[in-house]
């Protein structure tokens, strides 16, 4: 019987000093799609409760738990449909660290399809929003991760972040920086490319688009080092092949799709502002993406991504790109006041009113006050209009406060 196989498993220690949660997977993957997954989760000392989302297509098989018990299950419908929330809280008499271990089962593809299955002919694409593995109800809770993978056929080449080995049916993934996430990609035919701080992986590196790719990642990864200093990690990306063109970054790591973007007219431009956009998020990924401080990852990523462009392809370029924005705008709504603001206030409204900023107080405090942003260890509206304040005077940043909020 399989829990009892896994439940000779030993128990990782925790690092002394452990700040931050910490993941300890082993997962296997059959061929038909079904995932069985023990995680453990140690969670920093003084933590006193924690509530953790899981797909619901998962069937829980056991919980093991050590200083904390399971103070409720509840069907969750946020951020995502299908989840069930476990909350554990720490027990009274407990002086170590919560120590959660949750067995779970069940099959990898979501019933309903998303555009972005987690397995499809030509293998897997993993991340949170599959809600594969325990992702804290915050949608925020960064973690170090040490994960060994079954089940992976030898022809699947493994995309994913920190220090990664492959086995012959395996694969072992080590990331000691924290990040949200448990992303991968593991798919047929992917071929790699290396530029300083950049790896590629694409199934075909002599297209057009990822020629562009290649150009553009390793241009923004430059440009971006220039302004916000260096990239803490190499970025690894991999272009998947799927008709759903959105991509998404984690730290050191990127996804795009080919998404019918290999016609031969897509234009360079497009591949640049998409490059630049992914590549500015290993800077701009610290705000919560439940919260309208959230235009603080997006906003932010899609300015840089036009500045670079304008460096990368010249000002028509990027004056193009602020005109088609501004078209697409024009309706939008406030970015800020209602939560999470949606993908127009995001992607179009926020870049263009931080293109108005840096036309109001200059490019050379832009930047100051961008590369200053950058090094806060956590992005929230209120810390950016501080340092606004700071460089630009607080009639600027209220000014800016209104804007956002109109
Ligand atoms: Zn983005």
Redesign the pocket.
Known sequence: MKILALLALAIAAPAAGQTEPHYEMRAAFDPSGALEADVEIVLPPGTREKTFLLSRRFELRGVMLSGASLAGVTAAESPVEGLYAYRFVAAPEANGPMRLRLLYGGPINPAEDNGVRPLRDDGFELFIDHMWFPVGADIQTRFTLDAEIEGLAPDLVVVAQGEVTRGPTSVRIRRDYIDIDIPMVAMRGLERAEAPGVEFFSRDLGTRLSTFYIRHSEGAARYFERWFGPLAQTVRMAVVWRDRPM???RTGYTVFSEGGRSAPDYPESGAARHAG??V??AW?MLASPITDDFWL??SA??YCAIRYLETALGAEAAAEMIEEKRRVSADAGPVMGHGRPNRVQ??QKGPLLLVDLERRIGRPAMDRLLAEMAREPVHTTAVFLRLLTGVAGAEVAAAFEQALRS
Do not use: D, G, N
């Open positions: 991509a998404y970054a956009h992914e500015a998020h701009w990852v997006e990523a899609e995001l992607y």
